[in-house]
Every structure is written in structure tokens, then in C-alpha cells.
């Protein structure tokens, strides 16, 4: 079993920044890659970021390239996004999933999830 934990959601201005965190526990997070999706109201949930366990490969959805940056810590078995330049349409609930498959281009999401942590961009 996995459980993950998302924390750092909230409400912020067009422009702004937030840190989302997810802690793991349950498994090996150390050699699980660990990604980010989020979901919007009325819409399907999407990929936004996926890191590797050696930290040697990150994936970004082209959406938010250049404004969020994932990251680990293993010795915390701590995943982040760092959200910057946040603009409204960034508005969803953000969840983490454990041991994502990298298949090509593309990031397949695990089995586990977390229960999410919504992040609200005001214009």
C-alpha cells in the first residue's frame, strides 16, 4: 500500500507562486518515480509533471514548461511542484500519484493517488 498526502494548495493572484508538497509512505518511495496531475471542474484530469527516483529525468506537460519545476526528497520522501507565473487557467485540483510508467512522450499514471489539494488563480 501507498499513501500520499498533498499539502500547499490555496488561493493566489495571476502571477503569483505556490509549492505544492506530497508526502509519501507505505513503499520504496526512493526508487518509484512520483508525478503531478490535476483536474479542472468539468474536465478530464491531465498530466503536469513526473520526476524519475534517481531525480535523472523530469517530464513537463507543455502547459506549464518553464513556470513549474518538480522536485524530490528522498530523504524525506517529499515530492514538490514549484508553481510559478501561476495564471488562472492553472485553477484545479492538483494530486499526486506514485510509480507513473514514462512511455516514450507520454506519462501513464499509477495506481495510487492522493486526495488532492486545490489551487484557485484569481484574475
Known amino acids: 500500500q501507498v499513501q500520499l498526502v498533498e499539502s500547499g494548495g490555496g488561493l493566489v493572484q495571476a502571477g503569483g507562486s505556490l509549492r505544492l508538497s506530497c508526502a509519501a509512505s507505505?513503499?520504496?518511495?526512493?526508487?518509484?518515480?512520483m508525478g503531478w496531475f490535476r483536474q479542472a471542474p468539468g474536465k478530464e484530469r491531465e498530466f503536469v509533471a513526473a520526476?524519475?527516483?534517481?531525480?535523472?529525468?523530469?517530464r513537463y506537460a507543455d502547459s506549464v514548461k518553464g513556470r513549474f519545476t518538480i522536485a524530490r526528497d528522498n530523504a524525506k520522501n517529499t515530492m514538490y511542484l514549484l508553481m510559478s507565473r501561476l495564471n488562472p487557467e492553472d485553477t484545479a485540483a492538483y494530486y499526486c500519484?506514485?510509480?507513473?510508467?514514462?512511455?516514450?512522450?507520454?506519462?501513464?499514471?499509477?495506481?495510487?493517488w492522493g486526495q488532492g489539494t486545490q489551487v484557485t488563480v484569481s484574475s
Open positions: 500519484n506514485a510509480a507513473p510508467a514514462f512511455v516514450s512522450t507520454i506519462v501513464i499514471p499509477g495506481r495510487y
Open positions: 520526476i524519475s527516483w534517481s531525480n535523472g529525468d523530469t
Open positions: 507505505g513503499r520504496a518511495f526512493s526508487t518509484s518515480a
